[in-house]
Every structure is written in structure tokens, then in C-alpha cells.
């Protein structure tokens, strides 16, 4: 063997251990970077929900997961008819359930919620449809058993009622929504404790803005309940006119 064969034989070995490293680095790296990103947009963007309950049915179904759009109401503003998640006001919600499972159970789920593909706060927040921004008058029901917003009655196809039922609500209310809030219901009307059901709160079923996390977007799981969500631009149409 020769002395320049022997030398070469480390050198390679060297560059395999070399690249190997610099391999694992880059892996490193690359994950690094997708954790963070994928933490700020789940803080700042948009993260998943589970709906816990038949509140919204028949618009979302119990164990539907949605994607919510964060950016608004913090950057853009809400419309009337979107759906919002929102944390408890205070009382809409009983205490939270003792977490369940292992160590190694309750680990994976944080780190899946740290990067926005987890949801196990969701029975922590509400899903509702915006009815009332604020300054909308907001009452129900009139002889055909519609709810007005602003002297206007609203033709509601998402709603869900009871069958041979008409009025859209068991429970009659005539509010004005404050400043910095919003009037919230669920689409399953006789099966929904939404605003209405919170009037003898402190709060009087108002939702602050600022408990809203954002606006529900599209159903991403089931595959078989894909779809956008719905606003429902023309069954508020003309409401507006009395906002300012």
C-alpha cells in the first residue's frame, strides 16, 4: 500500500462524516424553521378547531374541524352572517375538564397545539353565526316569526328548526349591540345557547370583539364534509343602511 492510498482512505471517511453532519444540520435547521413558522400562524393567521356540539347543525356538524381565519377581526372586520369562534365571555361554558391521558398523550397533544395542528381547547371557545355588530338593533320575532336586524326581516336559509316550528326563536329579544361587541347565534336555533340565553349575564349576551379569535372559513375535516362556509351576503342585504 501506498503512503498516498493510505492518506486518501482518511480524507474520505472525513468528507462522509463531514457531509453527515452538514446533512443533519440542514435537518435541524429545516425544522426549526417549520416549527416556528407553523407557531406563527397559528398565533397570527389561522389554526384549527373541533366543534364539540350540535349548536351550529346543520352548518357544522359535532367532531367537524374548521379553519379559522385569525386576521380578522384583528386586521380586517367582521360581516354579519360569518361564523366566529370566540373565547367564553364568562359563563357561557361549565370549568374545564381535567386533562386525560397519559404523559406522553398530554405532551404530544401540546406540542400539536404549539404548532397549530392540535385543537384540544376547542370546548374551551364557542362557534356562533354574527348576527348584530355593533350598534344593530336586533329583534325577534315578528308575526311570521322572522328576526330583524335594523327594521329589516331576515330570510335565514342556514337556520335549523324544529319540525312544524316557524319563528326562528323560542325566546323573544329586542336589543341594541354596544360598541366593541357583537350579538352571536347558533344555526340550530332551539338547540343553541347563544346570546339569547345570556341576557341576565353581566355581560347581557354580548360578545366583546376582542374575545373573538377569529372567522371560521372552510370545514377541513371530514373529507366528506369539505366545504367553504357560507355568509350569507344577501340575507343581510340592506341592514346597513341604518349603521351610521
Partial sequence: MTDSTATARPRRSAR???????????????FVVAVLVSFLIKTFVARSFYIPSGSMENTLQINDRIIVNELQ??????????????????????????????????GVGAVLDFVGLGASDSDQHLVKRLIGLPGDHI?????????????????????????????????????????????????????????????DDPGKGFVPLSDVVGKAFVISWPVSHWSWLDDYPDTFRGVER???
Avoid at 76 to 102: C, E, I, Y
Avoid at 192 to 199: F, K, L, V
Fill in 139 to 199: 329583534s325577534c320575532c315578528n308575526a311570521l316569526g322572522q328576526m330583524s336586524v335594523n327594521g329589516v326581516p331576515l330570510k335565514e336559509p342556514y337556520v335549523l328548526l324544529p319540525a312544524g316550528v316557524q319563528a326562528v326563536s323560542e325566546k323573544s329579544f329586542d336589543v341594541t349591540v354596544p360598541e366593541g361587541s357583537v350579538w352571536v347565534m347558533g344555526d340550530n336555533r332551539y338547540n343553541s345557547a347563544d346570546s339569547r340565553y345570556h341576557m
Fill in 73 to 106: 377581526p384583528k386586521v380586517f372586520g367582521l360581516q354579519r352572517g360569518d361564523v366566529v369562534v370566540f373565547k367564553d365571555p364568562g359563563g357561557w361554558l361549565p370549568p374545564a375538564p381535567p386533562k386525560t391521558g397519559n404523559a406522553f398523550q398530554q
Fill in 16 to 30: 462522509r462524516t463531514s457531509s453527515w453532519k452538514t446533512l443533519l444540520r440542514d435537518v435541524v435547521i429545516i
Fill in 242 to 244: 341604518e349603521d351610521k
